[in-house]
């Protein structure tokens, strides 16, 4: 979901390098995973669309996760350009200026939000929007620099895709997609705390207070079992809905035993002073796994019970 210095590369062409430097700018690793749990949510709904409607659907809502990206960036320039793994990014390496992530982060936020409204209803449209704007003014501008619970709060922001998936389909929110919501919820945490105990060297130089720079290592490690305890025990709500039945207890019984196990073996992980934590790295990587693997069993099991 993070692109590392080594992984971004850039073509020779002048027209080409624009191109990719905006879709870099939205962040596709996130898109791809705010775009499955939001179909997740459209096809776990009781109730049915026309399919060039999803189709819109989703462009919508990527187009709305990568407004919130470019807003991000060009939020972020000046700790992107000082941090190993963002100084790759569009705009530090001076492919697309700020000025230009502004207006298309602005440009892209409105498609989304007119799309969604003409295909779909004013509630996705108005979630949709809360989504943008909460990512953006109460995440970025605000608790990414201020407050070690940056990830914790800013995490809602990321769990409302299903949501907004299930009421393009049935405009009502319940139990289902709020349980969904409340699994990414409680999966963001330990996803992006174990990235920063990797990345702790780089976090502590641009002074974003992440809990490992704020508290400790050692405390995060604490805090990243405790999430994944609560996740573990919200997987298993979904059972609670007539949509969902054994297959999905199966795979997820499985997929919480290896998250666990993880979980404890980076705990238990000594650190090597200026060395970063591979086991972290492990970890982060590990619960990009188990996110798709959850939503993607919720997908099948309700694919087996229609």
Do not use: C
Not at 189 to 214: G, T
């Amino acid at each position: 979901m993070n692109s590392s210095p080594s992984e971004v590369r850039y073509s020779e062409n002048i027209l080409v390098k624009k191109l990719q430097g905006y879709f870099y700018l939205m962040k596709p690793r996130v898109m791809i995973l705010v775009i499955f749990t939001a179909f997740v949510g459209m096809m776990l709904a009781p109730g049915t669309i026309s399919p060039i409607n999803y189709f819109y659907v989703l462009l919508s809502i990527s187009l709305g996760a990568g407004s919130s990206a470019a807003f991000n960036m060009w939020f972020d320039e000046d700790i992107d350009k000082s941090m190993e793994r963002t100084k790759t990014r569009p705009i530090p390496l001076g492919v697309i200026s700020k000025t230009e992530a502004l207006f298309f982060g602005f440009i892209t936020g409105i498609i989304s939000l007119l799309i969604m409204q003409y295909v779909s209803n004013t509630l996705a449209t108005s979630l949709l929007l809360f989504t943008i704007l909460f990512y953006v003014f109460i995440y970025t501008f605000w608790l990414k620099r201020s407050t070690s619970l940056n990830i914790v709060i800013g995490g809602a922001a990321g769990a409302i895709p299903p949501i907004i998936g299930w009421v393009t389909v049935v405009p009502e929110i319940n139990y289902l997609p709020v349980m969904m919501f409340l699994i990414i919820f409680f999966w963001t945490p330990p996803h992006f705390w174990a990235l920063a105990v990797y990345r702790f060297n780089d976090y502590e130089k641009v002074k974003v207070p992440m809990l490992p720079n704020v508290k400790s290592i050692a405390d995060t490690k604490n805090q990243i079992i405790y999430y994944t305890i609560i996740l573990i025990l919200l997987s298993y709500t979904p059972l609670y809905s007539y949509l969902i039945g054994y297959l999905y207890l199966i795979i997820v019984t499985v997929l919480n035993f290896v998250l666990i196990q993880s979980a404890f073996k980076l705990k238990n992980t000594e650190e090597v002073t200026g060395e970063p934590n591979k086991e972290g790295l492990r970890f982060f990587a590990l619960t990009i796994f188990y996110l798709f693997s959850v939503f993607s069993a919720l997908l099948i099991d309700n694919l087996i019970l229609l």
